[in-house]
């Protein structure tokens, strides 16, 4: 978003105490430092990761804050934001850039396409799975894997 002229961007949803917004919220505060841009909390909406939140949302950023672009928690929330923009007139990408995380199929779909963040979700849950029955055979022997998402660049932003 910053490399597409944003520096005013939004957030809504998640819960601020999970580990995934956490270091969602990192990323996102890292990427404002490497750019020098403000770290505004008046643009952050916390909560619920559905549709119907980003929806119900939108408008207590877009309504009352300028901003120039706006980071779904994920492509549920995002996509709600995308329904209202639609409702009102705002057009993705020129009046505002969105983009959400996940992936959904349906992410791709939209008349606008929604730019996102791919994570791999089938091997998300093979190494899961293979972390959990090293733990039950070797508790002993903790293990950390970090599995790098990619960004999906489309016409929302």
């Avoid at 559905?50 to 980071?71: I, M, Q, R, W």
């Avoid at 009046?95 to 959904?104: I, P, Q, S, V, Y």
Wanted: hydrophobic share 40%; net charge neutral; with cysteine.
């Amino acid at each position: 978003m910053v490399q597409k002229g944003c520096s005013r961007i939004g957030w809504i949803g998640g819960n601020p105490l999970s580990f995934v917004v956490k270091e969602r919220l990192r990323a996102y505060k890292d990427v404002l430092a490497k750019y020098k841009l403000p770290y505004l909390q008046d643009i952050f909406i916390f909560g619920e990761r559905t549709l119907d939140f980003g929806y119900e949302n939108a408008p207590k950023l877009l309504d009352h804050k300028y901003l120039d672009g706006v980071f779904g928690v994920n492509d549920s929330v995002a996509l709600g934001i995308y329904k209202y923009c639609c409702e009102k007139g705002i057009k993705i990408p020129d009046d505002l850039k969105l983009t959400g995380f996940d992936d959904l199929e349906i992410s791709s779909l939209t008349k606008v396409p929604l730019t996102t963040v791919r994570q791999y979700k089938e091997f998300l849950g093979k190494k899961a799975s293979d972390l959990l029955i090293r733990e039950i055979y070797d508790p002993q022997d903790p293990m950390v894997i970090v599995l790098d998402p990619a960004l999906m660049p489309r016409t929302s932003c």
